[in-house]
């Protein structure tokens, strides 16, 4: 001690934004978190979760060498027993059962992880099963269904050019508070107000009076799960007014025709029964897109987490495509990334088999995660009997949180790769911990292909790993040379980035990009089309029958959407800014204060229900039920209830100290795994139906 603090700069990997970090630290101990001023990228930004990366690294509570469970409590064991008893226990069940008795259920944060992203596959591939899920069909599955179809890749995801945008629409999606999705954007609230300051307009369709919606310039609420109408009708208008222009994409843009044919039945005048905003609204609504200078489109989890997420996602390209807002500066745009994974990855294949239980399709190698339930507890042959698990929470974070619950504590082994002793990992045979945050190198090797700049970072490990620790990569590794029995060629995570980005576009070298510990601006990002296009013949089939034929259901569903005299209110879900999904609740900064943890219901359903503000309410819904206090609020439209997700900390047998004093309850016990996108498998959170009756009136604590 007693050292002059020092700076170290690097990416925040926690979300999607990417923002530059100025740590200030001494020794093996971290004195201050501020945005670094001199990224160019984030330009100073950051939001309260940074700064918990040093409860993060700090957490006592978090795993720093394996642990098996044993009758008599979890023990320490070492990285070599580890390997040896979970080889030896695939092994046998493979064996006994078959292949697919063993399933994967990959998280959110191994895709913040170049180690876990780099180096993952190779042991999922080594297990040969189909029951492999990911949270990716718990999010934006939708998105990459509409981009292999419409562009040829599946991770070809268009991202908003919001710094030269003059018109945003934007459907279910809340930038303010999740800092972007599919769209990093760091500094997100001064790039959308200075969408305004141009005299430009945002306009957010949400069945909830969002943080985002109250920066915008106009406000819809949409009943959830609605907003196909919206789109059909908004596409409908740009065909009935004359005013579809391709601008570049005229000689590659396909079926054209058709697609004015299919949105033909849903006028403005048709669909505002059905959604709740008036005709005149939805035709000025498309006017001032289609009129505008430079306009985009862009949707999130709102349209991709519910019943029709694959049509919206296909009908947000088409409005973006037809009004000549698709690969061009101000619209929708594909990024060039310093290290691309598109170039060099699989287009995406699908339907090359089924799941056993419901037949749902396998998309990009893998199956619904709405089905994971399904799959571990319907006996017979290729029954799941044991799960890997790596950074993800699925209890927490699937339908029917629930049932899965009692579901993983009946298989027969199971191994979890994550930091924490937590809801789901609890159930694990063997937990193995990786280093994680500032103990690893950080290269993004995802989100600089979803950003709305082209940048290019690589941040070193700020603090040594300890001796008992190993990186999520050499994990992979060894767990790969335990089951196959060979030890693969020793590559590590940083060799192929120099790999990738010496050989990418703009042939970096990475000691010259690892200098640059602020990072390096590549530019704003540029047309592309068709040179970018995966489809064989270089075009885009603006109808492709894939998607359209989903149409059909639409028509078929429609009542199934009303809510019924048994479940008369609909839920929807909310992120909070302190909240990373299910998992950084055992900081106390993060959940300090009142509880955040609420359900919003609309002032006249609470007069309804005999509900007061703070009162605490039975929800239930037709999977299971949960206690919750109540907001009464404005915000959410009548007849539609929000719950925040990623609480429920809840369970017997964690070792989550803050998080446990803070649990609040999980969406999830309520959302419904029958429920999904069946286009695409997506689960579908947007639109449960559930019913309240009081649980115990306001401010009495509650057991
Ligand atoms: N109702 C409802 N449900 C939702 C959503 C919603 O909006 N509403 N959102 C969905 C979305 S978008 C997502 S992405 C999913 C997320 O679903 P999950 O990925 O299943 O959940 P997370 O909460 O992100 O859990 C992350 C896990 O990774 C661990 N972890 C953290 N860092 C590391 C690390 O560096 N290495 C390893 N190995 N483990 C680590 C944590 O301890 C935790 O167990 O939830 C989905 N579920
Ligand atoms: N602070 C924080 N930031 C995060 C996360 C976090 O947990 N906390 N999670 C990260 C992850 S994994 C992701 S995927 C992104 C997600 O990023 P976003 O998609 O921007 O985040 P959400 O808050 O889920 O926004 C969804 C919005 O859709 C609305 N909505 C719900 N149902 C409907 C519907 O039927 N129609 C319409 N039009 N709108 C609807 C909701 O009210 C909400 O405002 O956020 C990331 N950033
Ligand atoms: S917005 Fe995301 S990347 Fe930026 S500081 Fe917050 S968590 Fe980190
Ligand atoms: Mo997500």
Known sequence: MGSETKMHYRTCNLCEAMCGIEIEYQDKEVVAIRGDKDDPFSRGHICPKAVALKDIYEDKDRLKHPIRRTANGWKKITWEEAYKEIAQNLKSIQTKYGNNAVGIYAGNPNVHNMGSILFGTQLFKLLRTQNRFSATSADQLPHHVASRMLFGHYFLLPVPDIDRTEHMLIFGANPIISNGSIMSSPDI???????????????????????????????????????????????????????????????????????????????????????????????????????????????????????????????????????????????????????????????????????????????????????????????????????????????????????????FSNLEYMVSIDIYLNETTRHANIILPPTTGLETDHFDVVFHSLAIRNTVKYSKALFEKEETQQHDWQIFQDLVAAISGSSQASLSPEMIVAFGLKSGKYQLDLETVKKEVHGIDLGALEPCLPDRLFTKDKKIDLAPAFITKDLKRLERDMEALEPSDTFPLLLIGRRQLRTNNSWMHNSYRMVKGRNRCTLLIHPSDADFFGIKDMDWVKVTSKVGDIKIQVEVSQEVMQGVVSIPHGWGHNKKGMKLRIAEQYAGASINDLTDNGLIDALTGNAAFSGVAVKLTLHKAQEEPIL
């Not at 005013?243 to 044919?261: A, G, N, T």
């Not at 296909?314 to 009004?323: P, R």
């Not at 319907?378 to 029917?400: D, H, R």
């Open 189 to 407: 609230k001064k790039r959308l107000k200075d969408i305004q300051k141009k005299g430009g307009k945002i306009v957010v369709i949400d069945p909830r009076y969002s943080e985002t919606a109250a920066l915008a310039d106009e406000h819809y609420f949409i009943k959830p799960a609605r907003d196909v109408y919206l789109l059909l009708s908004l596409v409908h208008t740009v065909f009935k007014e004359k005013k579809v222009q391709l601008r570049h994409l005229e000689q590659i843009v396909k079926r054209l025709e058709e697609v004015q044919q299919l949105v033909r039945p849903y006028s403005p005048e048709y669909v505002e029964k059905i959604i709740g905003i008036p005709s005149d609204k939805i035709k000025m609504m498309a006017r001032e897109f289609m009129n505008a200078e430079r306009a985009v489109c862009y949707g999130r989890m709102g349209i991709s987490t519910q019943a029709y997420g694959g049509l919206c996602l296909w009908l947000v390209s088409v409005l973006n495509i037809i009004t000549g807002n698709m690969d061009r500066d101000g619209g929708m745009m594909f990024t060039a990334p310093a290290f691309d994974t598109i170039a060099q990855g699989k287009t995406g294949k699908f339907g090359r088999w089924k799941s056993r239980v419901k037949q749902l399709p396998e998309f990009f190698g893998e199956l619904p995660v709405s089905t994971m339930l399904d799959e571990m507890i319907t006996e017979g042959e290729g029954q799941i009997k044991m799960m890997f698990t790596t950074a993800g929470n699925p209890i927490l974070s699937v339908p029917n949180g629930g049932a899965l619950d009692e579901a």
